[in-house]
């Protein structure tokens, strides 16, 4: 059985840095699959903030204007997010996904549980 | 990006009536090779998104046969029919035709 499992501070200082990992289980990192990254302001729709293969290749929303950066650990099997320059608008549930690339797309088929991330002094 | 609208917000269901959502898309997610680049999620109160239906109109596995998904190009919709208890969260439209990636804002499903 796939798991993903995020884990990272609760709290994050404005103007501070927030960095995430994601840890795989039951599955390979290094498969057909976009690592992704998307979060959930509160009582807001989800947001899609990246992915990453693999081979390292990596795709990024640009809603974030160059702040965020993914990361690939194939000697851990995990995956990382770094968003830097948090603001309070930066405070959601951040969930890392399996986007498994089928015949024809990418199709997130496992969730980790989901982290909250709040920022505040 | 791509905007996706979802109509309508909220959506009160008695249980075992049927239940349509609507996905509009600012353009097209009809790829050449003939797939629409066009899934729905379904998240339950207090869990993560789940997977329903993928491509438009492919239940994914394990999700029962009272959810179906059609539409093509900008329209599409997902039906559920004889709506459960169970069946209660936030559908959201997804599409994967271009990064980024966008959402629907949501439809909350609720039972009456």
């Known amino acids: 059985q796939v798991q993903l499992q995020e884990s990272g501070p609760g709290l994050v200082k404005p103007s501070g840095t927030l960095s995430l990992t994601c840890a795989v289980s039951?599955?390979?990192?290094?498969?057909?699959?976009?690592w992704t990254w998307v979060r959930q302001p509160p009582g807001k729709g989800l947001e899609w903030i990246g992915e990453?293969?693999?081979?390292?290749?990596?795709h990024y929303n640009p809603s974030f204007k160059n702040r965020v950066t993914i990361s690939v650990d194939k000697s851990t099997n995990q995956f990382s997010l770094n968003l830097n320059s948090m603001t309070a608008a930066d405070t959601a549930v951040y969930y890392c996904a399996r986007g498994f690339i089928g015949t024809y797309s990418r199709e997130f088929d496992y969730w980790g549980q989901g982290t909250l991330v709040s920022v505040s002094s | 990006d791509i905007v996706l609208t979802q109509s309508p917000i909220s959506l009160p269901v008695t249980p075992g009536e049927s239940a349509s959502i609507s996905c509009r898309s600012s353009q097209s997610l009809l790829h050449s090779n003939g797939h629409n680049y066009l899934d729905w999620y379904l998240q339950q109160p207090g869990k993560s998104p789940q997977l329903l239906i993928y491509?438009?109109?492919n239940r994914a596995s394990g999700v029962p046969d009272r959810f179906s998904g059609s539409g093509s190009g900008t329209d599409f919709t997902l039906e559920i029919s004889r709506v459960e208890a169970e069946d209660v969260g936030v559908y959201s439209c997804m599409q994967s035709l271009r990064t980024p990636l966008t959402f629907g804002g949501g439809t909350k499903l609720e039972i009456k």
């Open positions: 990453i293969y693999h081979s390292g290749s990596a």
């Open positions: 491509l438009g109109s």
């Open positions: 039951g599955d390979s990192i290094s498969t057909n699959t976009w």
